[in-house]
């Protein structure tokens, strides 16, 4: 079976309240047999003009990504989210040839 990824790219536009989510779903994550891969508004655009964060969580299953996603582990993370952020979540199966 195929690993799955959360991908997340989004503008912080409540930076006050804004908790970046490697210290707000860690203990989440690792239930989901997820792990972050990139988690940084640091990245190096070379085309085009994504948004300020970009966030890549890799699970063991792509089944795996979306019940951590629809969990009741994440609803905190997703709110604040909500609130502090705009941009977009996918959620993609690794690729295989």
Same mark, same amino acid.
């Given at each position: 079976?195929?690993?799955?990824?959360?991908i997340?790219?989004? #503008?912080?536009?409540?930076?006050?309240?804004?908790?970046?989510p /490697?210290?707000?779903i860690? %203990?989440a994550?690792? &239930?989901? @047999?997820?792990?972050?891969?990139v988690a940084t508004? #640091?990245?190096?655009?070379?085309?085009?003009?994504?948004?300020? /964060?970009i966030?890549?969580? %890799?699970?063991?299953? &792509?089944d @795996?990504?979306?019940?951590?996603y629809?969990?009741?582990d994440?609803?905190e993370?997703?709110?604040?989210?909500?609130?502090?952020t705009?941009?977009?979540?996918?959620?993609?199966?690794?690729?295989?040839q």
């Amino acid at each position: 079976m195929s690993k799955g990824y959360i991908i997340e790219n989004y #503008k912080v536009i409540n930076k006050q309240d804004y908790v970046p989510p /490697v210290r707000a779903i860690n %203990e989440a994550l690792e &239930k989901f @047999n997820g792990k972050f891969m990139v988690a940084t508004p #640091k990245s190096e655009i070379l085309k085009g003009v994504p948004l300020e /964060v970009i966030v890549v969580m %890799e699970f063991d299953t &792509k089944d @795996n990504a979306k019940a951590f996603y629809q969990s009741e582990d994440y609803k905190e993370y997703k709110n604040l989210y909500d609130k502090t952020t705009y941009g977009w979540v996918s959620l993609s199966p690794e690729y295989i040839q």
